[in-house]
């Protein structure tokens, strides 16, 4: 498969309320490694397990977050407006699986746009805006993420909520059948915009005041336009990962 090892993905998360001390203005770098785990919508498709970096840094100019990274244009200690760039770790060959035999790569991308965060003792929201910068599928995606940071002792704990647009060209990229791909039993098929919906958890047990233990575990429901593709047999996606992380003070 081509990918782009991560998570997040994260791909697609912000996690803005980084566990390290409840704080997203931290200057303390956490690095960290582990398997991440990620299921396949597409038909006969084995699920995805890749090591996968994790870092998280924010010192309010710059920021890390997993595999993403931005630059802030302008915030407070509890929000913040700013460019951002992150991998789209999604994509096939036609050796992934049977049904898409004959199929022309799809491969994963690169996109940036802007982010707008915030927080304050209720939760931490954000919304995001991404464009296609690698020249992949060429689409816009936007995401709203809402969450809340509980604390027990030793553990951090923050649930959020997300829903994801991707627009026809995103879409269609990936789940879309073009005319000279079809067979008798895989017909031409073109996907339109739509919107996902995911809840995730992401946990931090601190071992000690360097080392803990970092988890993640997502479950995204995937809109009608993609569930409708002839190569596709699922529309819910399952992701997770977990991590040791040594915290550089």
Known sequence: ????????????SSLYAQSEDNASSSNVL?????????????KGATPMVTPTPVIFYDNRVIYVRWTRVGLYLVGGDNWGYSITA???????????????????????GWEAGFALAGKNRYGFAEATVFSDISGRS??????????KIINMGRWTVV??????YFDSDFNDYYYGVLAN??????????????????VQT?????????????????????????????????NWMLSGMISLAYSLR
């Not at 582990?34 to 299921?39: A, K, N, R």
């Not at 008798?184 to 098929?189: F, K, L, W």
């Open 181 to 198: 791909e079809a067979t008798a039993t895989r017909p031409a098929y073109s996907a339109d915009q739509g919107l996902n919906y995911a």
């Open 138 to 147: 060429g689409g816009i995606l936007g995401r709203v993420e809402l969450g």
């Open 159 to 164: 649930p959020s909520v997300m829903a994801i």
């Open 202 to 234: 992401f946990a931090n047990y601190k071992v000690s005041k360097e080392w803990s233990l970092q988890g993640n575990l997502r479950v995204d429901y995937m809109n009608k336009t993609i569930s409708d593709s002839p190569i596709v047999d699922s």
């Open 1 to 12: 498969m081509i990918r782009i090892p991560l998570l997040f993905l994260l791909m697609s």
């Open 30 to 42: 956490s690095i960290g490694l582990g398997p991440y785990v990620q299921t396949q919508p597409y």
């Open 86 to 108: 992150q991998p789209r770790p999604y994509g096939y060959t036609a050796s992934d699986a049977r049904a898409l035999s004959g199929m022309d790569t799809r491969e994963s």
